[in-house]
C-alpha cells in the first residue's frame, strides 16, 4: 500500500517550457487535491477532483491544468512555465466528506514535487 | 474572512521538553479542526482531527485541544525527542458545499536540540 505517490520528485524547467505533473493513489479515494507550497506561506490549492470525473478551481489556479484520469489518477499541467510557479507540489487525497465518518476526512499527501523553473 | 494563525513562527527546545503550539482561526462555519506534521522535504502527515463537539484528543505524546467557543486549538508535545522536528500546521475545515474548503496555517517549525 503506496498511499499517495507522486512523480517526478524533482524536476527543473527553463521559461515557456510545459510539464506535467503525475500523481496516484492506491486508497480508493474519491477526492484529490493539488498544493503547492511556497517558503513563508501555507499550502494553497491549486485545484481539486471532488470525485472522478469532475475537477474544480482552488485559490490559485491561473497557469495550471488537471486530469481527472481515472479514480486513482490526478495529474497538473503548466502549458508554460513561469519562474512565479517555482514552487513545491504536493497532491493529497480523501475518502471524502463525512459528518459522521471523521476519519473520511483525512487528507493523505504525497512526498512532493519540488519545481524550479529558471 | 476564513483565517488560520498559528503561533509561534518557529521554536527551539531541548530535548526532553514540552512545548506547547498554538492556532487561533476564524472560520465560520466550522466543521473540524486538524493538525499535521510535515517532516522537512517531506509532505504533510495528519496527527490529530477533532470536530466541535470535541476538545482534547492524544496522538501518543501529541495532546490537541480545541475550544470552539474562542476558536482556539493548541498541541502539546510531551517529553520532546529529536524525531519531533519539523512543521506543524493547523488546517480548518468548514462545510461550505465544496470540497476544497480546507484553510491552512502557516505551520510553527519546531527543532528539538540535544
Known amino acids: 500500500n503506496a498511499g499517495v505517490t507522486q512523480t517526478p520528485k524533482f524536476q527543473v524547467l527553463k521559461t515557456g517550457q510545459s510539464m506535467t505533473l503525475q500523481c496516484a493513489q492506491d486508497?480508493?479515494?474519491?477526492?484529490m487535491y493539488w498544493y503547492r507550497q511556497d517558503p513563508g506561506m501555507g499550502l494553497r490549492l491549486i485545484y481539486y477532483?471532488?470525485?472522478?470525473?469532475?475537477?474544480d478551481k482552488g485559490e490559485v489556479p491561473n497557469g495550471y491544468n488537471v486530469s481527472r484520469l481515472n479514480k486513482r489518477e490526478f495529474s497538473l499541467r503548466l502549458e508554460s512555465a513561469a519562474p512565479s510557479q517555482t514552487s513545491v507540489y504536493f497532491c493529497?487525497?480523501?475518502?471524502?466528506?463525512?459528518?459522521?465518518?471523521?476519519?473520511?476526512?483525512?487528507?493523505?499527501f504525497g512526498a512532493g514535487t519540488r519545481l524550479s523553473v529558471l | 474572512k476564513n483565517q488560520v494563525e498559528q503561533s509561534p513562527q518557529s521554536l527551539i527546545i531541548l530535548e526532553g521538553k514540552n512545548c506547547t503550539l498554538q492556532?487561533?482561526?476564524?472560520?465560520?462555519?466550522?466543521?473540524?479542526l486538524r493538525w499535521y506534521k510535515q517532516d522537512t522535504g517531506r509532505g504533510p502527515v495528519s496527527l490529530t482531527i477533532?470536530?466541535?463537539?470535541?476538545n482534547t484528543k492524544s496522538n501518543g505524546r501529541y495532546t490537541a485541544t480545541l475550544d470552539a467557543d474562542t476558536k482556539q486549538s493548541s498541541l502539546h508535545i510531551t517529553a520532546s525527542q529529536l524525531s519531533d522536528s519539523a512543521s506543524y500546521i493547523c488546517?480548518?475545515?468548514?462545510?461550505?458545499?465544496?470540497?476544497?474548503?480546507?484553510?491552512f496555517g502557516k505551520g510553527t517549525k519546531l527543532s528539538v536540540k540535544p
Open positions: 486508497m480508493n479515494h474519491n477526492s
Open positions: 493529497a487525497s480523501r475518502g471524502g466528506l463525512s459528518v459522521t465518518d471523521v476519519a473520511k476526512n483525512i487528507q493523505y
Open positions: 477533532m470536530t466541535f463537539s470535541e
Open positions: 477532483s471532488a470525485s472522478e470525473g469532475t475537477t
Open positions: 488546517v480548518v475545515s468548514n462545510y461550505g458545499g465544496s470540497q476544497g474548503n480546507l484553510i
Open positions: 492556532c487561533n482561526y476564524t472560520v465560520s462555519p466550522f466543521s473540524n
